[in-house]
């Protein structure tokens, strides 16, 4: 049976969703686990995605398996190991290190618009993703993506860009993925259209 997204959320079974906001027409597959996340409209996860501290952009692709913002241990402290800052669990403290655990939250990674992640790729805490983007799978991200740019391998470098950077200039001038679900269904047909001749139809 077709699925139909809409302003409600589709969230598959397994899913833990913490501290995150999701928007309009977003499907999240099984066994995700969100923490501190915003989530984009139209945006989508495959099965088993791990996401925290994360900004993702609208019409974000994201396939299975994939790692946005895994955290970090203290490698800066003589022992890395949990019980330095989850200190209640192991009966050490009757706080837990809320700095630590503050600055972990601050390394956001964001994910621009209409990117495609590719299955088991990761992103590394503090990377941003451009518009149009593309991370090739298994791909480790260490450094921002410009937008339109493919990347791929470990740790992930530019392969080529999309398009040319005229045209690049000119779909991020369009901000189509701002356009609302009326605009986008009324001229769904130029989506087929080449990338040219879309700027042309619609650059400013």
């Known amino acids: 049976m077709t699925k139909i997204l809409s302003t409600q959320l589709l969230i598959a079974e397994h899913c833990r969703i913490v501290n995150s906001h999701l928007g309009y027409y977003t499907e999240i597959g099984s066994h995700n686990f969100f923490e501190n996340v915003a989530f984009g409209g139209y945006s989508y996860t495959g099965k088993f995605c791990y996401l925290q501290n994360t900004q993702v952009g609208k019409f ?7 790692r946005i913002g895994p955290t970090a ?63 090739g799978a298994g791909a480790v991200v260490t450094k921002d993506v410009e937008p339109y740019a ?49 700027v042309r139809k619609y650059a400013p």
């Open 60 to 66: 974000a692709n994201i396939a299975a398996m994939v």
């Open 150 to 198: 493919i990347v791929v391998g470990v740790p992930a470098k530019i392969v080529r860009r999309r398009f040319s950077p005229d045209v690049i200039a000119r779909l991020e001038s369009i901000e189509w993925w701002h356009w609302s679900h009326d605009v986008i269904k009324a001229r769904l047909a130029d989506f087929n259209l080449s990338a040219e001749e879309f």
């Open 73 to 135: 241990h203290p490698t800066e402290r003589p022992a890395q190991h949990h019980l330095t800052y989850r200190r209640i669990m192991y009966g050490l403290d009757t706080r837990d290190d809320d700095a630590f655990f503050a600055w972990r939250a601050a390394q956001i990674t964001r994910l621009g618009h209409d990117t495609w992640i590719g299955h088991g790729a990761i992103m590394l805490p503090m990377v941003n993703i451009g518009n149009g983007a593309v991370v």
